[in-house]
């Protein structure tokens, strides 16, 4: 099983790969063959990293390969986990990057080259999970792209997720294994709308269980809203073993089938389901049968208060297709 992993050298895929190299995490006993991809300048640094994949002698791990251009690292690809992307903040020809529109035409040309490479080189049926931010719409544009139906895109929203299911445990005192139907919608972003009105926990509704809509208003939404942002603050840097936990987490959903009455995290390509416009990739809570197809489920209820969340997050994430409208 061929897996392409870009950004291999940065800190996320630090933890990522690892992670991913563990038993279990793959449908299949297929050996591993880990084609890593980073910009010229920084194979160097990759250099090292394999260095210490290899003396890690994984059982799972059949070879490992370097690469500086995506289009000879994702032929015959099986996965590609798209991590590398130009964080907000960077300065790039003497300009510091702070406006969402130029952070999305830079990525944007990046997953425009991405996506044709993948599209005319990576296995029919590839799947594709998006890291590197504004994720949701740089999996938009890497779709449009590829230009290939068969190949699944998806953006992460993993990491919401596993933030919510931590924060409603701390306050409902349960374990993370116990909560069921945690769904993240809309955009990988402060908009994101995590609903806890449809979560069950321990067999009971997690809402009428919390009893307190101020604590999910005005405390649990800005807390994993803000979540990023906070733990920056923290430790000077972005989230990145946390993120390539959820990577690996949302890897290990679709390659297995989705536990009875649960559902995993991912954005994908909007069909209007939730009142979600079309033609945008959109979290959504998603089951998969382990073979390679994701569906959404589609039986939630959203209150007034959901509704207007899902509003919100649907329009930012309009905007950002309609300022790359160029690419797609």
């Keep these: 099983m061929k897996v392409v992993i870009t950004g ?3 800190q996320i895929a630090y933890s990522l790969i690892p992670f991913l190299c563990e038993k279990g995490i793959f449908n299949s006993n297929e050996k591993l063959d880990l084609n890593l991809v980073e910009i010229p300048q920084a194979m160097g640094r990759l250099d090292g990293f394999v260095k210490e994949l290899e003396d890690s002698a994984y059982s799972t791990v059949s070879s490992i390969s370097t690469f500086d251009n995506i289009e000879n690292a994702v032929v015959d690809a099986d996965w590609c986990l798209l991590v590398g992307s130009i964080p907000r903040g960077i300065v790039l020809n003497g300009k510091e990057i702070k406006e969402r529109s130029d ?4 990525n944007g040309g990046i997953f425009t080259e991405q ?8 296995k029919e049926h590839c799947k594709i999970l998006v890291v590197g931010n504004p994720a949701n719409t740089n999996a938009l544009i890497g779709y449009k792209s590829a230009g290939k139906a068969t190949q699944l895109w998806m953006a992460m929203t993993m990491l919401d997720a596993l933030r919510a ?4 445990s701390q306050k409902l005192g349960c374990h993370v294994d116990d909560i069921y139907r945690l769904a993240i919608f809309g955009n990988h972003s402060p908009t994101m709308f995590p609903d806890l009105e449809n979560t069950i926990v321990a067999g009971k509704k997690a809402y009428q269980e919390i009893d307190d809509h101020d604590w999910v208003e005005n405390d649990f939404l800005p807390k994993i809203q803000q979540r990023g942002a906070e733990i920056i603050k923290a430790r000077g840097a972005s989230s990145a073993s946390s993120a390539a936990r959820a990577a ?3 890897v290990k959903a679709v390659e297995h089938p989705t536990r009875s009455g649960d559902v995993f995290n991912a954005a994908v390509m ?3 389901a939730y009142g979600m416009p079309k033609g945008i990739f959109s ?4 089951i998969s049968d382990g073979k390679g197809s994701v569906e959404i489920v ?15 997050t649907a329009n930012e994430l309009v905007e950002e297709r309609d300022l790359v409208k160029d690419l797609i």
């Design 298 to 312: 589609r039986d939630y209820s959203l209150s007034d208060f959901a509704k207007k969340g899902l509003e919100k």
């Design 270 to 272: 909007s069909d209007g």
């Design 115 to 122: 996506g044709k490479a993948i599209g005319a080189h990576a």
């Design 283 to 286: 979290g959504f809570p998603l």
């Design 8 to 10: 291999a050298a940065g």
């Design 165 to 168: 299911k931590a924060q409603l």
């Design 248 to 250: 690996c987490d949302t």
């Design 103 to 106: 952070l999305l035409q830079i």
